[in-house]
């Protein structure tokens, strides 16, 4: 799951212990939020920094939140079209587990997985959520504490 660290990092998750995960605006990303059960455990990806990476883990806490910015006019993550009555965005909230000791770096992961392995790596991956299997987390958790 990524953020941006200026905007949310795992350091202000670290100080909140938990927090909605909102301001997710693509379905597929929606969708991949949607699939996910309470205590699934997610890596915290820092997006849009230098260099970008895997900053720590963190556990889904509840699933199926309704994301409360699609009804706030004034947020940029405001929907017209959802209400109350049918949302259109559902996210989750998650908990703060652990920082890692080795950030892991975009390029790291580059030399470490392809594309088909690690969606991140891919060229022109937009994507704020995406699912890994089981085996890639084990290798990425390896990277984590070398």
């Known amino acids: 799951m990524k953020s941006e660290p200026d905007v949310y990092s795992i350091d202000d998750l670290e100080r909140d212990r938990n927090e909605i ?3 997710v605006r693509n379905y597929q990303a929606r969708n991949f939020l949607k699939s996910m059960a309470i205590g ?3 890596f ?3 997006s849009n920094t230098k260099p970008p990476g895997i900053a720590g883990l963190m556990k889904i806490g509840k699933e199926m939140v309704v994301d409360p910015t699609q009804f706030d006019q004034s947020s940029k993550y405001y929907d017209p079209k959802s209400t109350p009555e049918t949302p259109r965005w559902h996210t ?3 908990t703060y587990l ?3 000791e080795h950030y892991i770096s975009l390029d790291e992961l580059k030399s470490k997985f392809d594309p088909d392995e ?3 790596v891919k060229r022109g991956n937009r994507l704020s959520v995406m699912p890994i299997t089981e085996d890639v987390a084990k290798r990425i958790l390896t990277l984590a504490k070398p």
Do not use: R
Request: glycine share 6%; aromatic share 22%.
């Open 21 to 23: 995960w909102d301001g």
């Open 98 to 100: 652990e920082t890692f």
């Open 92 to 94: 989750v909230t998650v």
């Open 40 to 42: 699934d455990i997610a």
């Open 118 to 120: 690690l969606q991140v």
């Open 44 to 46: 915290f990806y820092h």
